[in-house]
Every structure is written in structure tokens, then in C-alpha cells.
């Protein structure tokens, strides 16, 4: 910052604060050895500015403030971390700051830059308000695995536990995995026809270390040689997330390592660049799993707004309901589509609900009920069940209701690509259907292979690389979020 910077400061700063600092303010803090003051520029325009003070092996940190319409671009993050650097080049091991107890965006902010509260002053500011203390980790990991992570060198453990699946991959670079290892349950919830968070939880706690020490010996690196540690912090079953978020914390905590939390619809958009490092938005993503569907806009990496949903079941629950009412075991997904590759999908006339709706919602829970009818009323009449066309049908349905919803959000929002993501990814017949369709409307598909639809720690480390870039991370005192919405910020 320079005395030619004032002017510009001081319109942000009378429009950030009720008692703004005066331009005297900023001459005496430009003239002190001990302070550091930046700005951030977009081509000629002034947009933020910080400045930080150091005291021997201690920065603390005095202000960050961005003009408003360039707030949620990633402008006070990256002036944080530059002050961090410099902070840390003169000496300091570590960042403090107060803010206000009312301020939720600023506590926001901070605590996903991985700063934790460490206290509070009562009535501090002349608004009555009090401040929390606010305390970052070590600033020398981080700034250095920020700065591997540009040179796309870094080297990540990621964990995931959502569910029932835990898993651990080391990565390097956002793409090169060096290991993958998962975990599956499926054989323990079977016999109850879905997944028991309790049993899941018990299983996640006795599979995780395992897990994890398989992983950094396969990948051949110990914990001395990663850059940061990442984990799922939600969505999905609390009991299974605080698994693995509790192993993440607790590494995290011994070895001084930064710490990642991604969410775990992110990672799933995130597989689809595993296979395809080109990949670039703005994109529409489809994800269709056994707790999740809906439609994503994606304008750019780490930016998400919610398009459109299910209003009842998530397309994976669908598929395991009806297996179930048929018989057929769980997961219903695989043995459905197995069955349905030998029927007729036109031979049973199932609903489509939404199918014509203007907006970019969708329904199961009438489809579902459709079958349940359509399966009593021919036992009931004594006819023997056609397993094979009640799959095929059933899948058509969904199928159909899926495409026709992601190509009229691919023509809403200008996609040039389409990414399938998530668990029901895997099922065939919507990859083709999708594919031909988008086809016709010269959109390319993103799918990633098998192994990366259904839940693993890869596609986690994948979208836990750009959060390192850009200075994300979670405090120590961080909490499983079970409802993460995407795009909602932790």
C-alpha cells in the first residue's frame, strides 16, 4: 500500500465499518517498520486491501476489508495468505485476529481460512459488541503446502466416510493418485436392505486406521512427507462423518499439517477431472446417487449454485427400494440394471412425473409407488412377476425424467460440458441415454470410470488440491456438517 492507495482505501473502509479509520490512521500505520499493508488491484480499480503486525514471533492480523460487489471471488483470501508470507518471512509462527461475536461473515471467512476461537473480550468495540479471539495453526505448513500446491507438487492423504465406505487415497497434484483404498460395508448392510448408521459408524471406526496406513504405504510416503491432510466434512450420516473427521483433526493436530474439508458432492463433480484434466466449466453436473440428486451449475471450479433437486427419494434410494419390493437384495442399483439389460423397457407404461414441469425439479416417490402397485395388482391376479421388464421399465423412467431435466438446464445456463457424477452414475443405461442426447446437442459427457462413481477418497484429494491453492481449510474445533449444502460454504 502506498500513499497514492489512501483514497480508495478509505471509500472501502467508510463502507466496511461504523467507525471507519481516518486517513491519519493509515499515514501512521504506512510509516511503522512493523507493519505490513497490502492492496489488491483489478486492472486499475483499488477492489481490497489488509495489513498485519508483527511482534516477534507473533503477526497479528489489523484488517482485511473488499469492495462489496468483488466479495466471494477469493479477493480477502488471497490477500490473507500474501500477509500470512510475509508475516511468516519476518519471523512469525503463527496469525491472531479479533473480530466481532455479531460479524458472521467475517467469523465465517476466518474460520474456513482454518483459524480457531481462543477466547473472548466482552464489549470490546464501541457498538457493545465483543470480539473473539481467533487463532490460526502453524503458519509455515501452510503457506508452504499453498505454495507446493501452485507448483502442483503437493502431496495429500484425503479421507472419506460419508456413509459406508471408508476410504484413503494419497494424491499428488490434484491427479497424479499414488494410492486408493476403500473399505466397503455393503456385506453388513445387506441383510437389512440398506444402510444402519450405527453399524456404519462402528465399522468406519474399526476400518480407519487400517485404511489410512494401507494408503500412505501404498503411495510408499509417511506422514512426514505430505503437505496437508484432507477429509469429507459432510453431507452425509453424522455418526460416519465425525469417523473420519476425528482421524483427520487428530493427524492434523500431531503433525502440524494443514487440514482440508471438502464436501462430499464436490468430490463427486471433482472425479469427473480425474479422468478428464481438461475439463473445464462453466459445466452442468448431474448427480445421482443413493442420498442425493439434483442438477448443478458449476461457471467456474469451486463455485456451485443448485439447480434443481428431487422433492421425495434420491434416485439411488428409488433404485433400492424397488429391488427391495422385488426381492432382489442390496444395493438395488447394480442387480436392477443387470436385470434391465434383458427386458423391455417400453413392456410396462410407468409414470414420469415432472417430466414436462418448467422447472428443474424431480420426483421418485410417485414412480416408486407406481411399481408397488403395478407388482401387487399381478400377485395379487396370480401372474408371475417379469423381473427383467419391471427393470427396465422402472430404469427407463428414471432415465428418461433425468435427461430431459439436465438437457434443459444445459440450454438455461450455456454449458459446455456435462459432468454424471455419484453413485447411479455407474448405471449404464443413463450414461448412453445421456450421452446420445447430449450428442444431438453437441455438449460433451464427463463420466468417471466405475471405480470413481461410487465413494472413494481420490475424487476427495481431487477437489481438496484447489482448495489448498486458494487458502480453504478447517480448524481444529470444526464440526461434521451431515446437511453441507453444496455452494453453501461451510
Not at 25 to 50: I, M, N, P
Not at 114 to 134: I, K, N, Q, T
Request: contains cysteine.
Amino acid at each position: 500500500m502506498l500513499d497514492a492507495d489512501i483514497p480508495g482505501v478509505l471509500a472501502i473502509e467508510q463502507a466496511s465499518f461504523p467507525d471507519p479509520w481516518t486517513e491519519g490512521h493509515f499515514l501512521d500505520e504506512l510509516g511503522r517498520s512493523d507493519r505490513t499493508w497490502k492492496v489488491a488491484v483489478e486492472g486499475e480499480r483499488l477492489v481490497g486491501y489488509g495489513g498485519v503486525m508483527v511482534v516477534e514471533a507473533e503477526a497479528h492480523l489489523m484488517d482485511i476489508a473488499v469492495v462489496a460487489d468483488m466479495r466471494g471471488h477469493g479477493v480477502g483470501r488471497t490477500l490473507l495468505w500474501d500477509l500470512a508470507a510475509d508475516a511468516l518471512a519476518a519471523g512469525s509462527v503463527r496469525m491472531t485476529l479479533e473480530v466481532a461475536a455479531t460479524n458472521k461473515t467475517a467469523l465465517r471467512f476466518y474460520r474456513s481460512a482454518g483459524f480457531d476461537v481462543a477466547g473472548r473480550r466482552p464489549a470490546y468495540y464501541p457498538s457493545g459488541d465483543d470480539a473473539l479471539l481467533l487463532w490460526s495453526r502453524p503458519l509455515a505448513p501452510h503457506v508452504s503446502a499453498m505454495r507446493a500446491a501452485d507448483e502442483r507438487r503437493d502431496l495429500i492423504l484425503a479421507i472419506e466416510s460419508s456413509c459406508d465406505e471408508t476410504a484413503a487415497s494419497v494424491m499428488r497434484g490434484g491427479s497424479e493418485e499414488l494410492s486408493s483404498v476403500v473399505a466397503s460395508q455393503v456385506d453388513f448392510h445387506s441383510r437389512f436392505g440398506g444402510v444402519v448408521p450405527e453399524i456404519a459408524s462402528r465399522k468406519h471406526t474399526e476400518a480407519i486406521v487400517g485404511v489410512v496406513d494401507q494408503a500412505l504405504e501404498s503411495a510408499g510416503v509417511t506422514f512426514a512427507d505430505l503437505d496437508a491432510i484432507a477429509v469429507t466434512a459432510g453431507p452425509g450420516l453424522v455418526g460416519a462423518l465425525v469417523v473420519g473427521l476425528a482421524y483427520a483433526k487428530g493427524a492434523a493436530c500431531v503433525t502440524g499439517l494443514p487440514l482440508i474439508g471438502v464436501n462430499h458432492l464436490e468430490g463427486h463433480i471433482y472425479a469427473a477431472r480425474l479422468l478428464d484434466p481438461d475439463l473445464e466449466p462453466p459445466l452442468v453436473a448431474l448427480l445421482v446417487s443413493g442420498g442425493h440428486t439434483m442438477l448443478v451449475s458449476v461457471p467456474e471450479w469451486g463455485r456451485y449454485e443448485v439447480l434443481g433437486g428431487t422433492l421425495d427419494d434420491a434416485a439411488g434410494e428409488a433404485f433400492d427400494k424397488v429391488a427391495k419390493l422385488l426381492g432382489l437384495g442390496y444395493p438395488g442399483g447394480p442387480v436392477i440394471s443387470r436385470l434391465a439389460a434383458e427386458g423391455d423397457p417400453q413392456a410396462i407404461p410407468f409414470p414420469r412425473p415432472m417430466l414436462r414441469t418448467d422447472d428443474l425439479d424431480v420426483s421418485l416417490s410417485g414412480l416408486k409407488t407406481a411399481v408397488i402397485q403395478y407388482v401387487e395388482r399381478e400377485r395379487r391376479e396370480g401372474r408371475e412377476l417379469r423381473l427383467n421388464d419391471i427393470a427396465a421399465s422402472f430404469q427407463a423412467a428414471v432415465t428418461e425424467v433425468q435427461v430431459a431435466k439436465t438437457l434443459k438446464a444445459v440450454r438455461a445456463h450455456a454449458a459446455s460440458a456435462v459432468v454424471l457424477a455419484g453413485g447411479v452414475a455407474a448405471n449404464p443405461a443413463l450414461r448412453e441415454s445421456l450421452r446420445v442426447a447430449l450428442a444431438a446437442e453437441g455438449v460433451p459427457l464427463s463420466v468417471p470410470p466405475f471405480d470413481l462413481c461410487t465413494d472413494n477418497a481420490s475424487m476427495i484429494a481431487a477437489a481438496a488440491h484447489d482448495a489448498l491453492r486458494a487458502g480453504r481449510f478447517l480448524g481444529l474445533d470444526a464440526d461434521a456438517i451431515p446437511g453441507w449444502r453444496l455452494g453453501s460454504g461451510a
